[in-house]
């Protein structure tokens, strides 16, 4: 099994960055995609991006897309997820997830064909 543990969130104005960490530990994550995903109180898990295990191609919710940058380091068992110009509307407890499961395209937005998860990192920005 493969655990994850986030780090890096916290409370930050809006406007302001942070990067968040998910660090691997068990089965090496450098031949699986590993995604972050988001909840926010009284709503549903929300993908945010995507990493494909080579690491070369990247997916993007329409609602970062431009401020926030998904990013792993294979050798060190992390992947990030580098946030920009945080708006109030990203608040919300974010996961890391390694993605075990489904070949078809746009498998990546959804939780079901993820396997492991961590416990998440809160992100709080005020306005």
């Known amino acids: 099994q493969t655990q994850l543990r986030e780090s890096g969130g916290g409370l930050v104005r809006a406007g302001d960055s942070l990067r968040l960490s998910c660090a691997a530990s068990g089965r090496t994550i450098s031949g699986y995609g590993m995604g972050w995903f988001r909840q926010a109180p009284g709503k549903e898990r929300e993908f945010v991006a995507h990493?494909?295990?080579?690491?070369?191609?990247?997916y993007y919710a329409d609602s970062v897309k431009g401020r926030f940058t998904i990013s792993r380091r294979d050798a060190n068992q992390i992947l990030y997820l580098q946030m920009d110009n945080l708006k109030a509307e990203d608040t919300a407890l974010y996961y890391c997830a390694v993605k075990m499961r489904g070949i078809n395209s746009g498998a990546y937005l959804y939780p079901a064909n993820y396997d492991y998860w961590g416990q998440g990192t809160q992100v709080t920005v005020s306005s």
């Open positions: 990493i494909v295990y080579s690491g070369d191609i990247t």
